[in-house]
């Protein structure tokens, strides 16, 4: 594990070490939002043996990393290493914040024939696979609504990759329809031409999703109870077999969705994901400056 920032490791850790044949072997944490020693004091309490100086010391140690880091603009120089010795990796959400990181992280992962996955836990909670499961009963499909709470980005990353966890990729463009109180409302165009309708920022606790077809409307609230084991199992599964879940074109896509998103809010206009500046971003250090102080 690199960057012990969020409340995920502590979560995440637990249920790892639940597991029959996996454990964690190395923690790293460069800073930034926990103090120093932090680290030392998180391996002591979850029975972690080796806590390095540098991220490059842990690359020989383990099968797989998870980039924790709240900057996701990290994520990928702390990645590197791994990639580069062709170590699998997985990037927390939201996996980066901007198209430049997004195209290197695909071009590396073809140069190192690397496996890189991550993003959303919330794309593999139950509720949403169990919603998947049943597409096809479900007979032509004509639109979608979804909605979830918190901060445009960090949270609302979990919002786009919980329709894409339903819909998969190809969403061809994004316009920003609405907005009401803290919340925001948003149109994804598909390829096939369904409409995705998502607010961020709903002021209703849980994510919620619902796909109205021919053979009547299917819902879920979807919890967050099981998302993050059936992650890590996904990972887990992916270093064994080499293959992750979901290519990962289709993984980046909700990073897209998001930055199309944000411009369409500021320029009132639709966004084709295809017309993505380079110069699009989300800035991680500004967020996780905020996140230090709220965590300090």
Same mark, same amino acid.
């Given at each position: 594990?690199?960057?012990?920032?969020?409340?995920?490791?502590?979560?995440?850790?637990?249920?790892?070490?639940?597991?029959?044949?996996?454990?964690?072997?190395?923690?790293?944490?460069?800073?930034?939002? /926990?103090? *120093?020693?932090?680290?030392?004091?998180?391996?002591?309490?979850?029975? =972690?043996?080796? =806590?390095?100086?540098?991220?490059?010391?842990?690359?020989?140690?383990?099968?797989?990393?998870?980039?924790?880091?709240?900057?996701?603009?990290?994520?990928?120089?702390?990645?590197?290493?791994?990639?580069?010795?062709?170590?699998?990796?997985?990037?927390?959400?939201?996996?980066?914040?901007?198209?430049?990181?997004?195209? *290197? =992280?695909?071009?590396?992962?073809?140069?190192?024939?690397?496996?890189?996955?991550?993003?959303?836990?919330? /794309?593999?909670?139950?509720?949403?696979?169990?919603?998947?499961?049943?597409?096809?009963?479900?007979?032509?499909?004509?639109?979608?609504?979804?909605? %979830?709470?918190?901060?445009?980005?960090?949270?609302?990353?979990?919002?786009?990759?919980?329709?894409?966890?339903?819909?998969?990729?190809?969403?061809?463009?994004?316009?920003?329809? !609405?907005?009401?109180?803290?919340?925001?409302?948003?149109?994804?165009?598909?390829?096939?031409?369904?409409?995705?309708?998502?607010?961020?920022?709903?002021?209703?606790?849980?994510?919620?999703?619902?796909?109205?077809?021919?053979?009547?409307?299917?819902? /879920?609230?979807?919890?967050?109870?099981?998302?993050?084991?059936?992650?890590?199992?996904?990972?887990?599964?992916?270093?064994?077999?080499? *293959?992750?879940?979901?290519?990962?074109?289709?993984?980046?896509?909700?990073?897209?969705?998001?930055?199309?998103?944000?411009?369409?809010?500021?320029? %009132?206009?639709?966004?084709?994901?295809?017309?993505? !500046?380079?110069?699009?971003?989300?800035? !991680?250090?500004?967020?996780?400056?905020?996140?230090?102080?709220?965590?300090?």
């Amino acid at each position: 594990m690199v960057d012990l920032c969020t409340s995920h490791p502590g979560s995440w850790i637990k249920l790892i070490h639940e597991m029959d044949d996996v454990t964690v072997a190395a923690v790293h944490d460069s800073g930034g939002v /926990r103090p *120093e020693g932090y680290a030392q004091q998180f391996a002591e309490e979850n029975g =972690v043996e080796q =806590v390095t100086d540098t991220i490059e010391e842990m690359v020989d140690m383990v099968d797989g990393a998870i980039i924790h880091s709240a900057n996701w603009d990290l994520h990928l120089p702390h990645a590197l290493p791994f990639i580069q010795a062709q170590v699998p990796v997985l990037l927390d959400k939201p996996m980066v914040g901007n198209l430049r990181d997004l195209n *290197e =992280v695909q071009r590396l992962a073809a140069k190192y024939q690397t496996l890189i996955m991550g993003g959303s836990s919330i /794309r593999w909670a139950d509720d949403v696979q169990e919603l998947t499961a049943q597409r096809e009963e479900m007979g032509e499909i004509g639109m979608a609504w979804c909605q %979830g709470r918190g901060d445009f980005f960090n949270y609302g990353i979990h919002t786009v990759e919980m329709f894409q966890g339903f819909f998969g990729a190809g969403v061809l463009a994004v316009e920003h329809v !609405g907005r009401h109180g803290p919340t925001d409302v948003f149109r994804a165009d598909y390829a096939d031409g369904t409409p995705v309708f998502y607010a961020l920022g709903a002021v209703a606790n849980p994510w919620f999703i619902a796909i109205t077809g021919a053979n009547g409307v299917y819902s /879920r609230i979807v919890g967050s109870g099981t998302a993050y084991q059936r992650l890590i199992e996904r990972f887990v599964a992916a270093i064994k077999s080499g *293959e992750p879940p979901i290519p990962l074109d289709e993984n980046l896509e909700a990073i897209k969705v998001a930055l199309a998103a944000k411009v369409s809010r500021r320029e %009132g206009a639709i966004c084709y994901l295809q017309d993505l !500046g380079n110069d699009e971003r989300f800035d !991680g250090f500004a967020f996780a400056e905020e996140y230090a102080k709220l965590r300090q």
